[in-house]
């Protein structure tokens, strides 16, 4: 896309977000592929480490995984059905009408969207599927959520960029470019320590402005407010997310 520049919110903590980042279900990867017409190829924009990618290559005999970050690329574990590269939502590469199925995983809100939607339209074979989904705030326990509400909310809630608020109606904000498919509902799950839980949230996009912001890391206020309510830091607690996610044909 030339030089148009993209909001760059996660190459500087690349490394942890690939090692941090929960992964999407693999129920929910399975039913879209059922929707595709054929699995012969899937688009994944935006993809970060490759979380959706990976998932992708178990239903699609090859998978393109692009994003405007190399670094975050560079974290990606290999794949021999997927093939990594660096571009833009309006660059995968790929022939017009060849793509089953386009995904793009909790990142749709930093898109350029009208870009994206054209290249969607330009690369989907017709009866191809495009689908999007954003996870929530997550839920652990009654006595852990209003510690991590504090945080997200009045910690570093004012550093949130504007998009934020697009994953917070999940995604219902956004016009969608295809009458759509019911899909749901969806929830996304692992079981982590409190020390996951705090790798985690340090790949928040507002704990990063924070910190720039500030001069020092908002994460030793978290890790000293979750202490009395989960003290052992080695614990392991069930976390769940809430899944958005839209889905629809082309024509």
Sequence with gaps: MGSMSFADHYSEGAEAYAASR?????DLIRHLASLAPGRELAWDCATGSGQAARLLAAHFR???ATDASLRQISHAPADPRVAY???REDDSGEAAGSVDLVTVAQALHWLDIPRFYREVDRVLKPGGVFAAWCYGRMSIAP???PVLEWFY???VGPFWPPERRLVESGYREIEFPY???PSGPWRMTARLSRQ???GYVGTWSAVARAHSAEGRDPLPELEAALAPV???PAEVLEVAWPLAVRAGRKP
């Design 143 to 145: 006595d852990v959520d």
């Design 22 to 26: 929960p992964t999407y279900p693999p």
């Design 230 to 232: 989960w003290p052992s």
């Design 153 to 155: 909310s009045e910690r």
């Design 196 to 198: 996951q839980i705090l």
């Design 179 to 181: 009458a759509e498919i």
């Design 85 to 87: 590269r660096v571009g």
């Design 62 to 64: 090859r998978v393109i």
